[in-house]
């Protein structure tokens, strides 16, 4: 069993940032990648950026250069730090732990951006 727990999320006008974070505990040598999803109201839950263990980096077209993923292995924990943020990035982000044989999620945590 893997838990996440997240935090960070919030109410910020757009052109700000935020960081969320993920901290992992439980079986935690079992994962390969980690990753945050996000699902806006009346859409499907989407991946927004990943990290493997051995630090290969996936992110969506709509959030790259803009996002920034990275996991601390010494904390177990991975962040996502989100610049120049805007509307249509209002969401529930939901942090992910993928290994050979699980998925794991976290609760979300809402992301709210105003205009």
């Known amino acids: 069993q893997v838990q996440l727990v997240e935090s960070g999320g919030g109410l910020v006008q757009a052109g700000g940032s935020l960081r969320l974070s993920c901290a992992a505990s439980?079986?935690?040598?079992?994962?390969?990648?980690m990753g945050w999803y996000r699902q806006a109201p009346g859409k499907q839950r989407e991946l927004v950026a990943a990290?493997?263990?051995?630090?290969?980096?996936n992110y969506a077209d709509s959030v790259k250069g803009r996002f920034t993923i990275s996991r601390d292995n010494a904390e177990n924990t991975v962040y996502l730090q989100m610049n120049s943020l805007k509307r249509e990035d209002t969401a529930v982000y939901y942090c992910?732990?993928?290994?050979?044989?699980?998925?794991?999620w976290g609760q979300g945590t809402q992301v709210t951006v105003s205009s």
């Open positions: 992910a732990a993928i290994g050979d044989d699980f998925g794991s």
């Open positions: 990290i493997s263990k051995f630090g290969n980096l």
């Open positions: 439980g079986s935690i040598f079992r994962i390969s990648t």
